[in-house]
């Protein structure tokens, strides 16, 4: 990541910070509306669910200028993802959902240079995940 897409994705995260609880929801009903079949890995009551999301979120969106500083919560969570029952194929159904929540959250402030720097950002923590839950990307899928 550049530090311009740095700064895209923790000035826009701030903007949608202040509704961290109607975005998880949006966001956990995005993500099972195009993927029902992960419904059952949650718990019935998605309060505290939404607050980790948006909890982690922040934690990675502050942590973006010093990457090494977040990879070992982020191998941390993909490990704990494997007991769930979280596939390597999930992560991308899992990015659609933020990036569309973002879109919605947003609203005129999602631009293509957000969207290009919340991809990015998606991107290579989640590749990173992958290579840490299952190995390399390749052998994942």
């Given at each position: ?93 899992v990015g659609a959902a933020l990036l569309w929540t973002l879109e919605k ?37």
């Open positions: 990541m550049t530090p311009d897409q740095v700064k895209l994705v923790q000035l826009s995260f701030s903007k949608v910070a202040p509704i961290s609880e109607q975005a998880a929801m949006l966001f956990y009903d995005r993500l099972f509306e195009i993927a029902p079949q992960v419904k059952s890995m949650f718990p019935a009551d998605m309060t505290e669910q939404r607050k980790k999301l948006m909890a982690m979120l922040a934690a990675v969106v502050n942590g973006l200028n010093n990457l090494e500083s977040i990879l070992p919560a982020a191998s941390a969570l993909a490990t704990r993802h494997l007991s769930y029952g979280a596939k390597a194929e999930h992560y991308p159904v959250g947003l609203g005129d402030g999602w631009t293509p240079e957000v969207a290009d720097a919340w991809t990015t950002a998606y991107g290579t923590l989640s590749g990173y995940m992958i290579s840490e839950a299952y190995g390399s990307p390749q052998a994942a899928e």
